[in-house]
């Protein structure tokens, strides 16, 4: 599934799947699957406004939390790292410690005030992207951090309407501090996507996202943005089965992400 918009909310790509004609089901709007390290967003995003920094240190070794303990996906800890390199890294023990330390309370006000309405569970592994959420909402979320508004309504409207009845629209809600958290939220995009898990995805412009893989590799995303575009990517099956091991956010998703955007930003260059 890809859904591409405009900073602003507005759509201008979306496949909802293989073929309409078998399945006439809208993976990008109507599913909802774990996003897994992609939700780290509402995680950085809730400890950036509580006074961390990009170069603040964050613990990267194994924690326990009620019996659970999550594990790193490369199954490597650091130690004490920053946060821009733990982002980057998409270290789970330091983003779970992190939520822990920031207060989940806030990581879900932080999601909720980008956009995202589905159930979130006050549990640990809320931070490792658990809850499941649809990619158009996903998408949106990254689309106000984009733009440095929020929250982003997706709608399928002519650009010329934007200047109009819907200028209030995107007034509404809240813009984003650019020294407290959206210049140092796109530095850890920035990281993450051109040194960590989404290199694959670095363009020639300035390439802003973040992978997600859900457990047992049965959802894997990409989601960010560069020019005038953020696009998000899902990949995975409908029967909920694993995708492989070979499979990651890093891998299939960054690397159609990056080949739709090399030719979608052309476009976007010749239109302009």
């Known amino acids: 599934a890809l859904v591409a918009m405009r900073p602003a909310g507005r759509v201008v790509a979306m496949i909802g799947g293989k073929s309409y004609k078998d399945s006439p089901f809208n993976r990008a709007t109507q599913a909802r699957r774990q996003p897994g390290s992609a939700f780290k967003l509402f995680v950085y995003l809730a400890a950036l406004r509580a006074g961390w ?11 326990t939390i009620d019996g659970w303990t999550p594990a790193n996906s490369d199954g490597i800890y650091r130690g004490e790292i920053t946060l821009r390199e733990a982002f980057a890294r998409s270290s789970n023990a330091a983003a779970v410690r992190l939520s822990q330390s920031v207060g989940r309370a806030n990581v879900m006000r932080a999601a909720r005030e980008l956009g995202i309405t589905t159930a979130l569970p006050n549990s640990p592994s809320l931070a490792l992207g658990t809850a499941g959420v649809s990619l158009l909402e996903l998408t949106s979320a990254y689309a106000a951090v984009a733009s ?38 796109l530095e850890l995009l920035h990281a993450a996507a051109n040194e960590g898990t989404g290199k694959r995805a670095a363009l020639a412009v300035p390439t802003f996202g973040k992978t997600g893989t859900s457990q047992d590799n049965r959802d894997a995303l990409f989601v960010g943005f560069a020019g005038n575009l953020v696009v998000g990517i899902w990949a995975g099956r409908d029967d909920d089965k694993p995708l492989g091991r070979k499979v990651s956010g890093g891998t299939l998703p960054a690397q159609i992400w990056r080949s739709f955007m090399v030719s979608a930003l052309a476009v976007d260059g010749r239109a302009g």
């Open 53 to 63: 920094t990009p170069d603040s240190l964050i613990e990267d070794r194994p924690i």
């Open 148 to 185: 440095g508004r929020y929250p982003v309504r997706a709608r399928g409207l002519p650009e010329t309407e934007e200047s109009g009845r819907f200028a209030g629209l995107l007034q509404s809600g809240g813009r984003m501090d650019s020294r407290r958290d959206w210049a140092p939220m």
